[in-house]
């Protein structure tokens, strides 16, 4: 199935706080699978006024709910690379990925280098690691039934226990969740590097991916930071915001 070109814009809209084209660096957010980018709309509040953060907003979600989603991950990284590429106007910038947009930030950097663009500042990663082991949990979910994949996501502690409001709401996303977990089954892992700094962030109980694997990004980068763990479980970035930018002002030398 063919989809055709979307603007730019439609990838990585304004926050919604005040125009940032002076701010020193742009920050682009990918979130996790399912994610929508009102979900980081913390994100936007909370980050400096020397930071423009962009979050990516796939087809087939919020804002974009009338597009089919992308299941094919070569389609889908040539569609944000086209996106991000348009965005970048010669600041420098930062790349922050969860889960499964941790995936797909470490991707466009390695692509971006292949293609002898400007590389990211930063690449910050959280919540995946290219290992096999991540791989065949991934390629579960597709394969589950409804009612199995809202169990799934329950385990990873995104919906509040009881919650009947959030779990509708979770399964009005179920299409972007398969899309997304399909895309991401069909990573094949290559070993490819980067030259720009690499941070990895982790949450201490996440059933996914233990915190120490993390460490894996080392080989990844002859410029690894080194991983920061905090308390939570697969999504303890929305409880520790502001610390993880404080730690990306740090690297991206800005003040604070």
Request: proline fraction near 8%.
């Amino acid at each position: 199935m063919s989809h055709a070109p979307s603007q730019p814009g439609e990838w990585f809209p304004p926050s919604g706080r005040a125009p940032d084209d002076d701010a020193d660096v742009q920050l682009f957010l990918f979130p996790h699978a399912g994610g929508t980018g009102a979900m980081y709309r913390e994100w936007a509040a909370t980050v400096p006024a020397t930071v423009e953060p962009r979050v990516l907003h796939l087809p087939g979600r919020w804002g974009r709910g009338d597009e089919a989603p992308l299941t094919r991950l070569p389609l889908l990284l040539a569609r944000i690379g086209e996106a991000l590429e348009a965005e970048l106007d010669g600041r420098p910038y930062a790349l922050f990925g969860h889960s499964f947009g941790a995936l797909l930030a470490y991707r466009l950097a390695v692509q971006f280098e292949k293609e002898g663009m400007t590389a990211p500042s930063v690449l910050a990663v959280s919540g995946w690691v290219p290992g096999e082991d991540i791989l065949a949990k991934q390629r579960a979910v597709p394969e589950m039934s409804d009612d199995e994949l809202v169990a799934a996501v329950k385990e990873l502690g995104l919906l509040p226990t009881g919650s009947v409001l959030a779990e509708e709401l979770l399964r009005t996303a179920l299409p972007a969740l398969r899309a997304d977990f399909g895309a991401a089954a069909e990573y094949l892992d290559d070993g490819a590097q980067v030259s720009c700094p690499v941070v990895a962030f982790a949450g201490r109980s996440d059933p996914l991916v233990v915190a120490r694997a993390m460490g894996v990004w080392a080989d990844r980068t002859s410029n690894f930071v080194g991983v920061t763990e905090y308390p939570g479980d697969h999504f303890y970035l929305f409880d520790h915001a502001i610390s993880l930018q404080l730690s990306l002002q740090q690297l991206l030398q800005l003040p604070t």
